[in-house]
């Protein structure tokens, strides 16, 4: 006989477990499903250990000397504490942790370990995996890795090659050039960082090129052998030497052992397909996060979760999903918000570009940190539909942008908020 409640989250990653929590205090039962550990691949692979890396990375830059076996039992402990967290909220009144893999018998029905539950509403909250591309020769040898695998390395590598310059392949080759390795990036495109402006990203790579990282743009990985990635760049073949591979091109959803064809959910490659709310196309079953496709970001799937729950329990919310920020965690940073100058002029969304740099800045003066620019993109109205930054600090100034896009404040309110002094939000209050 199943085990009824009123709400199965399948995943307990920052989708999962949040949606849980908000759920038990909107007073549903939940029971919250999880074959791995608690937190999801945010916690335990990824955002949070690189995040870590990345602070290590930071004091690396100051001088401090890099121990890396206290870097990584440090970046343990981080995830092994927050993990307890994860643990001890799933443990709360309301809530049932349920560790195995689910895996759909009906639209209402998932069974685990042999074992049948049952709800009213589902939500699929299974996240992503690192995409080892097949089309490249030698790709599953041991030394060529995905961030799971970086991120549990033993040593800081000699020559570190990183495929993909999306968030993951940039926050790693920024840290471990800080850590010491010799790091060359490869990349298919004509610029990193694809999904943010042109421009900041150019500059951003730049600076990264000026520390010694070494880019080839427009380059696609054919092979690779024990010491070397044989590459074409610009219709050239090329090879470089190396010890290490990391391949970041990018992530898949969770999707295989859900047994979703039996029920007759839509999904492709991408992802399940959802609507706004999350819905899948059977009643009652949502999907929220990576496993979606939509936007593969953890605090993405947090608010997918809230809205979720708020369409199951009938409530109206004001979450905005296209004002979405997103940072890189590079030295320096760089963080977006909203549409980009090339968005606009593709589409033909009139707009103003407003520039400032952090130079002009006294606290950016003040600590050694004046290599970073501002662009702020305005409609005809003079409404804030844009943010793009690179500079100490990105991702802060952006939160604050993100904010005042939420309520569409125009750049002359903008000027009439009050800043402290000094400080760099001065940068965006400064903007002409």
């Known amino acids: ?120 509403d589902i939500i699929i909250a299974t996240g992503s995996h690192a995409i080892m591309p097949s089309s490249i020769e030698g790709i599953h040898q041991a030394h ?9 390395i033993d040593h800081v590598p000699q020559r570190l090659c990183i495929v993909g ?6 926050e790693f080759a920024s840290v471990f050039n800080s850590f010491g390795s010799e790091v060359v990036v490869i990349e298919f495109m004509k610029e990193c960082l694809p999904n943010m402006d042109g421009d900041i990203a150019k500059r951003l790579r730049k600076c990264l090129e000026k520390r010694g990282i070494k880019f080839y743009l427009q380059s696609g990985v054919k092979k690779i052998d024990e010491k070397q990635v044989v590459f074409e760049c610009k219709g050239k073949e090329n090879s470089i030497e190396t010890d290490t591979v990391l391949i970041a091109t990018g992530r898949g959803a969770n999707t295989e052992g ?65 004002i979405m920020p997103a940072a890189v965690f590079t030295t320096p940073e760089a963080a977006c918000v909203g549409v980009t100058e090339g968005y606009c002029k593709e589409n033909g969304i009139a707009y103003t570009c407003h520039k400032g740099y952090y130079r002009a800045n006294g606290k950016a003066l003040a600590i050694n940190a004046t290599e970073g620019m501002v662009k702020l993109l305005t409609d005809e109205n003079n409404v804030i539909m844009g943010c793009h930054i690179y500079g100490a600090h990105a991702s802060d100034l952006t939160q604050e942008i993100a904010a005042l896009m939420n309520h569409g404040t125009t750049l002359d309110r903008l000027h009439d908020i009050i800043h402290a002094h000094p400080t760099l939000e001065e940068i965006l209050q400064e903007l002409n």
């Open 258 to 322: 859900l047994n979703l064809d039996a029920v007759g959910i839509n999904y492709s490659r991408k992802g399940i397909e959802v609507d706004d709310n999350m819905q899948t196309n059977i009643p009652h079953v949502y999907a929220i996060g990576d496993v979606n496709g939509r936007q593969m970001l953890a605090h993405a799937a947090t608010f997918q979760g809230f809205r979720a729950i708020n369409h199951i329990l009938g409530k109206t919310d004001a979450i905005r999903f296209d």
């Open 1 to 120: 006989m199943a085990i009824t409640t009123d709400l199965i989250i399948i995943g307990s990653g920052p989708g999962g477990y949040r949606a849980a929590d908000y759920a038990a205090k909107k007073g549903l039962q939940v029971i919250v499903v999880e074959a791995a550990h608690a937190g999801g691949t945010c916690l335990n692979c990824g955002c949070i250990p690189t995040k870590s890396l990345c602070h290590d990375a930071e004091l690396a830059d100051l001088g401090l000397p890099v121990d890396f076996a206290a870097i990584m039992q440090r970046k343990q402990q981080v995830v092994e504490q927050l993990r307890s967290g994860v643990e001890t909220l799933l443990s709360q009144p309301h809530v049932t942790l349920v560790r195995g893999k689910a895996a759909f018998k009906n639209a209402n029905t998932i069974v685990v370990n042999e074992e049948e539950y049952q709800a009213k």
């Open 144 to 152: 060529v890795m995905t961030s799971t695998e970086l991120l549990d």
């Open 165 to 170: 310059t999306g968030v993951i392949g940039m």
